[in-house]
Structures are given as C-alpha cells and as structure tokens.
C-alpha cells in the first residue's frame, strides 16, 4: 500500500478524494491538510461533510495537518484539491521534496512537461513524467484538467478517429463546481448564470494538449479549435454540456464509433465498466437520472444528430475532479512511477 494524503480535504473536491481514498486497494490515505483553522482537528469536527455522502468513518480520527510539506513525512504521493493561488508553490514544494502530486489545481497544467491528462484519453502522456526527472524533479506533477473539459475530451475520444476541425460547445454546468460557498442562493435559484470566471478559456487551452500528440519530448497541439460558452445552472452535481463538430460523416458511423468504444487502458479500480455510454434515447442523459453511473466515472452522450451535435454528461466532482485525479494515480502506479 502507498501512503498518500491530501491536500484541501475539507473542501467540496477535498470531500471526494477522500471518500474514494478511504480503503483504496492501491492507496493508504493517511495525511489529510487544511487552513490553520482547521489544523489540529480530528476530520469529523473539521469537515461539513455533505449529507448526501456517505462520511467514511475510518478517516473521522485523522488529526488534520496544516498545508504544507512538513505535514507529509512518510507520504509518497498527495492528490491536491487546493485552490490555484495555493497550489502552485506548495505542489512545486512536494515535488521537489520527492512526493508524487496528482491535482486538481489549474496552475501547472499548461506547463510544457506537466501532463495533462484523462487517462482514457491520452494515457501516453503519463511518459511527461521522465521530462520532470531530467530535469532534477525528485517527486513529480500530474494534473487532471478542468471538470467540463473532462467530459468534453472524454465525449471526443471514441470519435477521434473522424476528421474535424471546429468544435463548439455550450455547457450547463452544476452548483457543487464552483464549492460550497461558490453560489449564493438567490443568485442561482430561479436563474442560469451566463458566465463562469476562466472557464471559457480553460476548455478552449486545455482540450487541444490533452487531444494532442506527445512524441517523447513535447505535446503538438491538436489541429482543431474550440469555442466555448459555460453557464451555471441551479442543478447539484453533473455538469451538461451541448457540443457541435464539423464532422462530415453520417450519424450511423459517429453512433457506431460511440456503441464499439473500449477505453485503452484496462484492470484499474476506478475505471468503469464504460467509460462512455452511448444513449439511444432522445431526452437523455440528464444530470439526475445519469450523474451516478460507473460510480460517478461514467460519461453519458445522448441526442446523436446530423451535423455533428450531442449532448454529453457526466459528474463534475467525480468524473470531472476527484475521481480523474484517482484514476491517473492509478495508472502512474501501474506504470510504476510510484
């Protein structure tokens, strides 16, 4: 078993990764970090835990560590949930010091030899690791991009295959994105908020590097563009999103791309059975109905038309963070980096 820990615990990212930590076959979650304010304390006086989660009650005694890397002797990796302005130097610190960190966080995605990665995705970019190494990097940075472009990305992979150039996509995306404290109530019940800080253009960056190519010492850029448009919408968890492609094929060949899919990878404990599931039927998926499945780490694509349009669904705090996180430390353990 790997000691692991993590960082921003008792935050709404924070809350996921320890509810898939506690009793992981690979990972012994051992380390939990906050605010000083919650330093000190034992996890369940520290966290207003969701009261639609089931609490792991094996993490209630852990004494939660202030955030820094004096907190992690004896851990070998941490899954970090911290807010960017944090992130960047106390991952940078865990790094160096030789921890393995899988993040959440936006700071070092876009870094030319951080991978960005979706593991059913692009797998093959995990080999960015060595490029921190040569570069005296003890421990390492993986990151997992940002929650739509997750499902984006995870909706693209099984019809990569096609030729396209121009994609848009218009995204209906939950309240728990944005935390627990991201929304005031009167301002997101009876509404859609037609804007979300950065999100535009996270998806618009962040989909051409993990779409692209690593060819062993850079990641080339997909050749296509993307224009996005983000709204939050009064929905829990599950983010939606509307995406159009310039793909000339009919539909019968993209919705049999869709119906043969198999994931690249295979034999991880979070890996669903699929990772994109094809839907036949016109009013699907929708958020309450199809957030959940594959334990949350399932992508829904439905309403397949000519053009190319669909609509695509998965949990944004499952599928769209925590668990994506889990997933690539998965596989970086299978590659035994750690």
Known sequence: MIPVGVLGAT???????????????????????????????????????????????????????????ESLKGVDLVFSALPADL?????????????????????????????????????????????????????????????????????????????????RVATMQAISG????????????????????????????????????????EVIPAPFTISASCHRVPVIDGHTMAVWIDIPDPVPAVAAAYRNYQAPISNLPSLPLKSVDFMEQQDRPQPRLDRLKGNGMTVSVGRLREGIRYIAMGHNTIRGAAGASVLNAELIHAKKYI
């Open 11 to 69: 935050g709404a990212v924070g809350q996921r990764f320890v509810q898939l930590l506690a009793g992981h076959p690979f990972f012994d979650l051992q380390v939990l970090t906050a605010s000083q304010r919650s330093a000190g304390k034992k996890y369940r006086d520290a966290v207003n835990w969701r009261v639609d989660v089931p609490f792991p009650e094996a993490t209630a005694d852990i004494v939660v560590s202030d955030t820094k890397t």
């Open 178 to 217: 944005a935390g627990f404290e991201g929304i005031p109530a009167m301002s997101i019940y009876d509404n859609v908020v037609p804007y979300i800080g950065s999100e535009e253009e996270k998806m618009e960056k962040e989909t051409v590097k993990i779409m692209g190519t690593f060819n062993g010492s």
């Open 87 to 167: 992130a960047g130097t106390i991952e940078t610190a865990c790094a160096q010091a030789g921890i393995g960190v899988c993040s959440n966080a936006s700071v070092h995605r876009m870094e030319p030899d951080v991978p960005l990665m979706v593991t059913e995705v692009n797998p093959d970019h995990i080999g960015m690791i060595d490029l921190q190494r040569d570069r005296g990097m003890d421990g390492f940075i993986v990151t997992n991009p940002n929650c739509s472009t997750i499902m984006l990305t995870m909706s693209l992979a099984p019809i990569r295959g096609f030729s396209f150039h121009d994609i």
